[in-house]
């Protein structure tokens, strides 16, 4: 019997639609499922208000696109459609059976093009954790630079464990950590620092005093910028300052103002 990678994720979910980034969408998830040699599942979760716009042809078409793409690059694949008459959709939308789900962000629910539970509703739901690729990102390797969004929550620390095997394939991981209390900010970073090392993951701390002249966000920003992130890993609706502003109630304003995709778990 070939043994297990439990350091590889073995079902990608990707959702399909026919928004303007579908496509670096598809492209990131044909590219993880090469890289943990997973199955790839698409799942259609076209709005059907979309079939009344010129975006129709293309959604149309997300079947055998999507198949396409995934012969030409040799990985396992399933196709599904989403229940749209489901009493609950969120349910039908197939999340409970994958490792990590691809999603767009809020814009293209807002837009109609998607079905309204994408992404939120599979977060605070399904139990796995969902990689958001922002509206503007271009086909590119992603998860190379990692930084993590560190509270000590329990949203956080689910996102790092779901996250492994990001985390052990990436080139450099950074441990972000925002907290008026310096003696906090250290041993919180130091700790999970530790841990990661334990799973022969070398990471380093990125500590910020929290002087009241920036904000977290914008300082999580700065940090991305500084160490050349290309991925963010974060805790989905969190109660803590960080999270609450980054991932809470403004989740879907922040979701359109993303330049960097973000895994998050709940």
Request: a negative charge.
């Given at each position: ?134 509206d503007l990102w ?99 609706y969190g109660h ?27």
């Amino acid at each position: 019997m070939t043994p297990v990678n439990l350091r590889a994720f073995r079902d990608i979910l990707v959702y399909l639609s026919a928004g303007d980034n579908a496509g670096a969408r598809l492209d990131a998830a044909i590219t993880l499922a090469q890289q943990h040699g997973a199955r790839l599942i698409g799942v259609d979760v076209t709005n059907p208000a979309v079939f009344e716009t010129d975006r129709a042809p293309t959604a149309a078409m997300l079947e055998e696109t999507f198949t396409a793409l995934a012969r030409e690059a040799r990985v396992e694949y399933q196709f599904h459609a989403a229940d749209r008459h489901d009493a609950v959709p969120w349910k039908s939308l197939y999340a409970h059976y994958a490792d990590i789900v691809i999603a767009p962000t809020g814009g293209e629910a807002q837009a109609r093009v998607v079905l309204r539970e994408v992404p939120q509703d599979v977060l605070l739901n399904a139990g796995v954790p969902v990689l958001v690729i922002p509206d503007l990102w271009t086909a590119q390797p992603l998860g190379r630079r990692v930084v993590v969004a560190w509270n000590a929550s329990r949203e956080a620390t689910r996102a790092v464990h779901d996250t492994l095997p990001i985390l052990s394939r990436a080139d450099h991981v950074t441990i972000f950590a925002f907290d008026a209390r310096p003696n906090v900010l250290r041993e919180e970073t130091r700790l999970l620092i530790s841990h990661l090392d334990a799973h022969g993951i070398t990471a380093h701390p990125f500590t910020w005093p929290d002087a009241g002249d920036i904000d977290a966000i914008d300082a999580l920003y700065s940090c991305l910028s500084e160490e050349g992130a290309d991925l963010i890993v974060a805790g989905g609706y969190g109660h803590t300052p960080l999270m609450e502003r980054m991932l809470g109630g403004a989740t879907r304003s922040l979701m359109r103002t993303l330049t960097v995709p973000v895994v998050m778990s709940h």
